[in-house]
């Protein structure tokens, strides 16, 4: 079986411009999780989706917003780049059943210059 | 979620046991340990989770003190693969698929061959 798909694998925007990344999980996994993380840091937590709906948000401005399909699959969006965005975005899908693990994909790589 | 404190960084020779401590000093009743890895510039990988006994699986054991205060998670034969930052996560029940996870620096694991 595929694991947590995630695309692009690198992409570069400039300042001011919008980005939307895609996330495909695990099959039969019904929750998608997304993450930013810059250099040094380790991931931090911004959006949970659950059967389409938000389940929970990190403390991330409203530049960023996500959506799940009716496949499960993600999407996340930034408006308004900034440089400070540049940062490896991390997807993870679990099962959606308590104290289950969550399986990450590869991440991408955005780079806002 | 409750806060762990972990060593920034460790050495451990090739084919030694390396273990990895995390204090959770905080954690309530209804909290799990978890254990990621994340190998660089890649996705984190799931490792093993606890709740009160010691847990073993294929990749490594886990040992919760008495009092749940602490843990230390066991790599019996440590390989130059198993260079990584190794993340402690303290995660309560999350019910309803809210599956968001707190990451901390971590503790740079490093392998000497």
């Known amino acids: 079986d595929a694991g947590v798909t995630q695309s692009p694998t690198h992409l570069i925007k400039t300042r001011g411009q919008h980005v939307t990344l895609r996330c495909s999980p695990i099959?039969?996994?019904?929750?998608v999780s997304w993450y930013q993380q810059v250099l040094g840091q380790g991931p931090q937590f911004i959006f949970q989706?659950?059967?389409?709906?938000?389940?929970g948000r990190g403390n991330f401005p409203d530049r960023f917003s996500a959506r799940q399909f009716p496949n499960y699959s993600s999407e996340l969006n930034v408006n308004a780049l900034l440089l400070g965005d540049s940062a490896l975005y991390l997807c993870?899908?679990?099962?959606?059943?308590?104290?289950?693990?969550?399986?990450f994909g590869q991440g991408t790589r955005l780079t806002v210059v | 979620d409750a806060k762990t404190t972990q060593p920034p960084s460790m050495d451990c020779a090739e084919g030694r046991a390396a273990n990895l401590p995390c204090n959770h000093s905080?954690?309530?009743?209804?909290?799990?340990v978890y254990w990621y890895r994340q190998i660089h510039s890649q996705g984190p990988q799931y490792i093993i989770h606890?709740?009160?006994n010691n847990e073993t699986n294929e990749m490594a054991s886990l040992i919760i003190t008495e009092d749940r205060k602490s843990s230390t998670l066991i790599l019996p034969h440590a390989t130059l693969r198993d260079t990584a930052v190794y993340y402690c996560?303290?995660?309560?029940?999350?019910?309803?698929?809210?599956?968001?996870?707190?990451f901390g620096k971590g503790t740079h694991l490093i392998i000497q061959p």
């Open positions: 993870a899908s679990t099962l959606g059943r308590p104290n289950t693990e969550a399986f």
């Open positions: 099959s039969g996994h019904k929750s």
């Open positions: 989706y659950y059967e389409k709906e938000e389940r």
């Open positions: 905080t954690i309530s009743g209804n909290e799990y």
């Open positions: 606890g709740l009160k």
């Open positions: 996560i303290v995660r309560g029940y999350s019910g309803g698929g809210a599956d968001g996870l707190t």
